[in-house]
């Protein structure tokens, strides 16, 4: 009961900070940019992406600028401006109140430091679901009523790929699974780092910067990053769009699901460590 109240505790911290609207409110400022960009011009925009197509291409399913093409759309364009929203608060989540000096008052109370920080992770871990719900609302729901239904049309590696309406929600959730758990991912490494400071920007800026440097060496067809590629958490972030191949490649899915916990487990034990070493009472 104890670690259930902190955890309330924690969440209603993040809940009064200013910071934390931030990404919501970017969110629904970016989305709804797009989805006005889309419904004024996006026409012009599916025939100039289909062009190549258009002898061979017979689309039965509705328009091909559907509510479920929108989502994507919009997924595919915010999905990795998110972890940046979520190292904003998270990343402030312990160096804050050590900055502030506020961590002696949380030892007072009769909850071991584990538990403590357990309840941060846990507080933050909600506040990153929350995060990707608005942006699922937003893009699933917001797009099909201004655009309907309809069957997705993907380009991808291989080609061009429809899915049926109806086999396209099961892929959204799925993929907003995956989405989460790389999340999680960003929200872990970030309060790792925010153990290690007592500056509310550092672990922020840090953060990014890792998740840039990774990104760099993950693109770059340099034969010396090969062997460390396949295991930096940035290169799965993305796997989320393998739900939307024909066939859905499960294999390369499970393997990337392992990586991110793994690197959430190892992180996760890092925080602890250093959380645990940490003199809260200076």
């Known amino acids: 009961m104890m670690f259930l109240k902190s955890t309330y505790n924690e969440f209603v911290k993040i809940a009064a900070k200013p910071r934390s609207y931030i990404g919501l409110a970017a969110i629904t400022v970016l989305v709804s940019v797009i989805l006005f960009a889309l419904k004024a011009d996006g026409e012009n925009y599916i025939k100039f992406i289909t062009a190549s197509f258009e002898q061979t291409l017979s689309f039965d399913g509705g328009s091909i600028l559907n509510g479920n093409l929108v989502a994507f759309i919009i997924l595919q364009m915010l999905i990795v401006q998110i972890p940046l929203l979520v190292a904003l608060v998270t990343g402030d989540l312990v160096s804050g109140e050590g900055a502030m000096g506020t961590l002696r008052l949380l030892a007072s109370r009769p909850i071991s430091s584990t538990s403590l920080l357990l309840s941060k992770y846990l507080a933050g871990s909600i506040y990153t679901l929350v995060i990707l719900l608005w942006l699922g609302l937003m893009a699933l729901v917001a797009g099909s009523m201004l655009f309907g239904s309809g069957d997705l049309m993907v380009l991808n590696s291989d080609g061009l790929v429809i899915l049926q309406h109806n086999d396209v929600l099961w892929r959204f959730l799925s993929g907003f699974a995956v989405s989460y758990l790389a999340l999680i ?97 200076s």
């Open 185 to 281: 991912t960003i929200a872990t490494l970030s309060i790792t780092l925010s153990c290690f400071s007592d500056n509310s920007i550092g672990p922020i800026v840090s953060t990014m910067a890792i998740i840039i440097l990774f990104t760099i060496i993950g693109t770059l067809e340099v034969p010396v990053f090969d062997a460390i590629r396949p295991y930096l958490f940035t290169t799965h972030m993305a796997s989320w769009r393998s739900f939307f191949e024909d066939p859905v490649p499960y294999d390369q899915i499970r393997q990337s699901v392992i990586i991110l916990l793994t690197h959430i487990v190892l992180l996760l034990v890092i925080a602890i460590y250093k959380f645990n070493k940490k003199d809260i009472l």
